[in-house]
């Protein structure tokens, strides 16, 4: 490997681990705000407003967060069977597809949200009503964004496993 | 355009074939739906806003959050050592019966399923804590080993459960009713392989020698405040559930809530607090992943009128309803040995539900029915997920597949028997949810 791709993988690598982090801690708020909700509603008659709303959007961010280190770390659920019986020329035509068809399935994510994603901020699209609202547009833009980091780590993972690069391991 | 019932076929075979050559599973699934979308729709806007709708509207639901949440707890009670602590108190209090150390691993196992919702971290902590023990004391390998990975199963059926979650949001019912539903066949499944246990011990007592010479102390400090953990845990959280106080989500916040608390009263330091926040974000990704691109399937499903095409092709094969959950037993059982459960849950339920309502299924039984299936292909060759994570965790290189595998069997039977009571007494399961 040269010192150019071996420095990118470790950019790669060491960018989505952060936000990994970043996912983590997030799902781990996501425990406070229900814990606030409960203790104001049962104690003192006064639930925090928005739980519902904050914690939806919020599992669609600790997701698309999460999503391009799973990529990065081969950690996407798969049978195994086959994959360990054949080559390692097998296994890297598996990969390479599963690649291939990683990154149809994100640029249909990121083409269908796209259009929506524009609207919602020219509409200002909300979600709840009264006393609590909370703006749709930064998830949207969220998917679309991070879908388009997925796109770019499959990207590198079929460059890598196409020159030869990675050849992975039995699982 | 296709028709309906040849997109059927072409999308189920591409489905079969690639989630067999070993390509990502979620990948598969939003893959096929979309292009069996297209297929069925010629329509390049219709198929993409079935990927834009899935990525956005379809996890925007606070239910999902109890999935993360139950992981992190699970997590945080794993790195804080409490199921090696409850192991030695049911091995105290079970001192007296023979296989004493199996049986504290099954009723350990079952307890500390009522704080968890998955079975692979049991069946790691159990590997490492209850294996040496037993060995150390003669007992049978293969004794000591099915024990382990047999019991481990009981996670996943005693609530909390994160495949009864996933089973709730795929069939749209109360993720609490199905707690409940779990809550008694997993007595029934733990009490049985107890016995086993025992029986197993009293009949050829090779397999598990007496321990002698050994000092039986009481439980020490450190392990009652686990055990005390663990019971204020299980107050809280399937309490709080059942008198219907909290959402399964908002239980598995508290619960998140007291594995922290506990974690920080037995000493877990900053590192492992991180290292049990960050593994467990690990975990949740590729669950939620699959979640997302499973209702990719199921809208996919729905829009094609795939399930009416099934249920007509079964009628016209004159099957029964007896028949038609026998031909399901023996899908889950064979997907059971090659794929993860929550993958077969996601797979199978979206087609298998209509087809057992049709057959007079109550949804809170067929959940725990299908579970105990599903579950019972862990423990089979030859990929049982289960049976290789014990190999992976316990700490001897000389422990073989086939040790693992020959334990387990008694496990899997009395698995099987279990899933017959449910068959025959639906009461069972549905007794709680009424």
Sequence with gaps: ?171 | MLAPDLVLIVILAALIALVVAGLHIGIVLGIVSLVGTWLLFGDLTITLELANQSAYAVLRNSVFAAIPLFVLMGEFMSKSGMAADLYRIADYFLRRLPGRLAVATVFGNAVFAAVTGVSIASAMTFSRVAYPEMRRFGYDRSYALGSIAGSASLGMLIPPSVLLIVWGIVIEHSIGKLFLAGFIPGIILALLMGVYCVVRAAARPALAPAPTGRDDKPPTGRETVSGLGVVVLILLVLGGLFVGLFTPSESAAVGCAGAIFFAGIKGLGWRGWREAVIEAGKTIAPIMFLLMTAAMYAKFLALGNIIQIIQDLIAGLGLTGFWVTVLMIAIWLAMGTLIDSISIILLTVPIFWPLAEAAGWDPYAFAIFGILAIEAGLLTPPFGLLVYTVKGAVPDPSVTLKDIFSGSIPYWLLMLVVMAVVWLWPVTATVLTR
């Design chain 1, 1 to 171: 490997m040269d010192a150019g791709a071996a420095a990118s993988r470790d950019f790669v690598t060491r960018s989505t681990n952060i936000l990994s982090t970043v996912s983590a801690f997030w799902a781990l708020l996501l425990a406070a705000i229900f814990l606030w909700d409960i203790v104001g509603r049962e104690a003192f008659d006064q639930p925090f407003l928005g739980t519902h709303e904050i914690v939806g959007n919020s599992i669609v961010g600790i997701l698309f967060l999460e999503l391009p280190s799973t990529i990065k770390r081969g950690a996407m659920l798969r049978t195994v069977f086959v994959f360990n019986a054949v080559s390692p020329l097998g296994r890297r035509v598996i990969d390479s597809a599963s690649y291939t068809l990683g990154i149809v399935l994100f640029l249909a994510i990121i083409f269908g949200g796209w259009d929506a994603m524009i609207v919602s901020w020219e509409t200002g699209e909300i979600e709840g009503a009264g006393a609590f609202e909370v703006p749709i547009a930064p998830v949207r833009t969220l998917i679309v964004l991070f879908g388009a980091v997925c796109v770019l780590v499959y990207a590198q993972l079929l460059f890598l496993a196409a020159c030869g690069r990675l050849t992975p391991r039995p699982a």
